[in-house]
């Protein structure tokens, strides 16, 4: 599993409420992302991280936010959740050498009511 | 968008090889082609990658067709644990685009006794 874990693993909240995820990977890996799988669907890149302070956009940013203030943990967080985003997120690193190859947590279902 | 074109789902008897098709028509010189997979509800595990030439690893074969236009994975003795979506995904090299893959649909593999 490539050291990575993510909490919490199941979450219910409600419209309008803050909401922090946590990834937690143990072997300094500089690259960290994170995805959401909604049902019959592929994985969509929500943010990714190349290093510790250093995040960028994937393809669906939009409600999210990311930070790194340390090379194990990356987060994200939704400002003020919306039922839209209720979906299953994974969190994934980059190990490797010139080509590396991704390694994803177990996931975070998160349910907005 | 994904770059690929994958079989919605297939069959495949236990024991017997699975060759799983991918289509990528536009793939461009620098990118490489990528197969993971995703057992119910798990995050998706990496199985094997290549850029032009084919490649074999403990899991699977990966067979890339001369113009690159097209690929499959083959697991050569297929079991029921290997039930599964299967992704086939287009990469940019790393250094272009820190490794982001962007996933399509998928096969649903369904391997029977």
Known sequence: DAGITQSPRHKVTETGTPVTL??????????????????????????YSYG???????????GYSVSRSKTEDFLLTLESATSSQTSVYFCAISVGDSEPEQFFGPGTRLTVL | DAKTTQPPSMDCAEGRAANLPCNHSTISGNEYVYWYR???????????????????????S??????????????????LRDTAVYYCIVRAA?????????????????VKP
């Open chain 1, 52 to 62: 510790v302070k250093d995040t960028d956009k994937g393809e669906v940013s939009d």
């Open chain 2, 38 to 60: 995703q057992i119910h509800s798990q995050g998706p595990q990496y199985i094997i990658h290549g850029l032009k030439n084919n490649e074999t690893n403990e899991m699977a």
């Open chain 1, 22 to 47: 946590r990834c937690h990977q143990t072997e300094n890996h500089r690259y960290m992302y994170w995805y959401r799988q909604d049902p019959g669907h592929g994985l969509r890149l929500i943010h």
């Open chain 2, 62 to 79: 990966l067979i890339i067709t001369e113009d690159r236009k097209s690929s499959t994975l083959i697991l050569p003795h297929a079991t």
């Open chain 2, 94 to 110: 790393f250094y272009n685009q820190g490794g982001k893959l962007i996933f399509g649909q998928g096969t649903e593999l369904s």
